[in-house]
């Protein structure tokens, strides 16, 4: 039986409310261990640990002491890779090859991009003329933001974590994380490796428990948490930034989608398929860029749906730990009550369920687990809430469509404003379409293809802010013009 403790100024500490709560395995719903749940006390407690290691060892560290250190812990979830696998597979249920390639690399990637990022992005400087003739020289300065809570999601737990943690760090502030109730291992092991890389105490603490009235809510409405990093629902969103006004505290949020495919009739139909068949059903559709509206120009809608029905009758579902799985459960048994509403209501709504729509028989003990069909509906009218609210599970809808201006609007008709991929071989059209499209980030010809420099963050109700790459130092820094006067 595992135990996850909070990790406050270097050391992991129980409750003193004694509070806990079960964490359990969504394959088979088996207990994993017990969590304590921070209350306001250890969340002080960490807020004023954190605030107190800006004037410690770590605030007077130097650029290049603290990449050397960010890329040791880099380094070091490398070296404790299998450490990490296992314990972000027994949180999430996800197949092991599929948390192998992208959870744990990027988890580590993340901090050693973040660092190279700042310690070689310069500050801006304007000589300037005067009518005395002498000029004058203005210089920017970045310094830390301070401390900084990150709210962090179960979908995928240690890289959009570090997503955060990374970038935070390698500006010199200091980080409180509470991490989803669902998944507190990978943030806890994590806890070990800043203490083995000797980062200061203090730096990097982590505070579990839930939202409301409870770790969440005591952390994003402490008075001395500087900045809130969020990614996460969009309702969620909302209760934070109305915490994050007290005291006016920027926030960094990502959060909902309902993000289109748009596949035209002269793409590459394998690539296709095989992208719609990632980024509609990889992680079990939990991931926030993924695909839930796929719209097929009429001419190959036929043979794409065919196309895409086969792709899902392939998954292999089961334990992360067998190789051959490439689909695991949902995250929980509620996650599951929710998408199997959502499969309900499509019913309802009109849809034709081409593949899916219920609950496989898995046999032995994974049948307690948190298992769905993978999904394909058509038929549903534009307004349907399937194709207005987000599910976030392994499903999607598909529609034809006859025209660019018709399906950059369909695409476009949405609340949210995340993510797209475009399927076609004609790149002027693709740029033509990408350019019209609401939303924070396109892909063409491809999906979750991820370069770390660029601009990542959703327009509309799908966030605010951009982070990665340099575009994160507005919200992680406080920047100063100094103007010297010669
Ligand atoms: O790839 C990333 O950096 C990232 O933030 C992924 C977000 C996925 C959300 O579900």
């Not at 990490?84 to 901090?111: M, S, V, W």
């Amino acid at each position: 039986m595992k135990e996850f403790k909070n990790f406050i100024n270097g050391q992991f500490v129980t409750s003193s409310s004694g509070k806990t709560f079960t964490n359990r395995c969504p394959v088979d719903n088996s207990v994993i261990g017990t969590v304590h749940e921070a209350g306001q006390q250890e969340v002080d407690m960490a807020v004023r640990a954190a605030k107190a290691a800006m004037k410690g060892p770590w605030g007077k560290m130097t650029q290049a002491q603290r990449t050397a250190l960010l890329n040791n812990v880099a380094d070091r979830i490398n070296e404790r890779f299998d450490e990490f696998l296992e314990a972000e597979c027994l949180d999430t249920g996800k197949p092991q090859k599929i948390a192998a390639h992208i959870d744990i690399p990027r988890g580590a990637a993340n901090f050693k991009a973040f660092s190279e990022t700042v310690a070689n992005h310069p500050t801006e400087a304007f000589h300037m003329d005067t009518p005395d003739g002498l000029g004058a020289l203005n210089y920017g300065q970045r310094t830390p933001k301070g401390v900084i809570a990150v709210i962090s999601p179960w979908n995928l737990p240690l890289l959009l974590m570090t997503w955060k943690v990374g970038p935070a760090l390698a500006c010199g502030n200091t980080v409180v994380v509470k991490p989803s109730e669902e998944t507190p291992a990978t943030a806890t092991l994590l806890g070990e490796v800043m203490n083995e890389c000797g980062v200061p105490e203090g730096v990097y603490n982590v505070v579990h428990g839930f939202g409301p009235d409870s770790a969440g809510a005591f952390l994003t409405e402490h008075k001395d948490v500087d900045a809130i990093t969020f990614t996460g629902e969009t309702r969620t969103g909302e209760i934070i930034m109305r915490a994050a006004s007290v005291g006016l505290r920027n926030i960094s949020m990502e959060c909902g989608g309902k993000n289109p495919g748009i596949v035209f009739a002269d793409c590459d139909l394998d690539k296709a398929v095989e992208g719609t068949l990632r980024s509609a059903f990889v992680n079990c559709g939990q991931v926030c860029l993924g695909t839930e509206r796929v719209y097929v120009e009429r001419p190959l809608f036929d043979e794409f749906v065919q196309r895409l029905k086969d792709g899902v009758e392939q998954l292999k579902m089961g334990r992360p730990e067998d190789p051959s799985v490439d689909f695991g459960p949902l995250v929980s048994q509620e996650h599951k009550d929710k998408v199997l509403s959502y499969y309900k209501l499509a019913v309802e709504e009109g849809a034709t369920v081409i593949t899916g729509g219920g609950v496989p028989e898995m046999g032995d003990a994974l049948n307690a687990g948190a298992w769905v069909e993978p999904t394909i509906w058509t038929d549903l009218p534009d307004d349907a809430r399937l194709i207005k609210e987000e599910v976030f599970g392994p499903c999607c809808h598909i529609r034809p469509f006859d025209s660019e201006d018709e399906v950059v609007h369909l695409a476009n008709d949405t609340n949210y404003g995340l993510s797209a991929a475009v399927w076609t071989e004609n790149s002027a059209k693709a740029s033509r379409i990408a350019e019209q499209l609401e939303v924070g980030l396109v892909w063409i010809n491809s999906w979750f293809l991820r370069d770390l420099r660029t601009a990542f963050g959703g327009a509309k109700e799908s966030g605010i802010g951009r982070e990665g790459g340099v575009h994160g130092l507005e919200f992680y820094t406080e920047t100063k013009n100094i103007c010297i006067k010669f």
